[in-house]
């Protein structure tokens, strides 16, 4: 169970780094509709909504790092 939950914090990590990525190099029009901040015709990208989602995926991969240690007694 303990391996399963890293593994997934992991992943969603990486998720969330791409993400953040994504709302650096992309303006907030060429976004997807289903991405939060798409905003129609706007040329000016989303850097808070890039660092939010850094910092999420940053703290996700601290969270499996330490579920990752040996069990305490």
Do not use: C, D, R
């Not at 129609?40 to 910092?55: E, F, I, R």
């Amino acid at each position: 169970m303990k391996n399963n939950l890293t593994a997934l914090l992991i992943i969603a990590g990486f998720l969330l780094i791409g993400l953040s990525i994504y709302y650096f190099v992309t303006p907030a029009g060429s976004l997807p509709a289903f991405v939060p901040g798409h905003e129609a015709g706007s040329v000016h990208k989303h850097l808070k909504h890039g660092l939010a989602a850094l910092l999420l995926g940053l703290g996700l991969w601290v969270w499996a790092w330490f579920n990752s240690g040996p069990k305490s007694e």
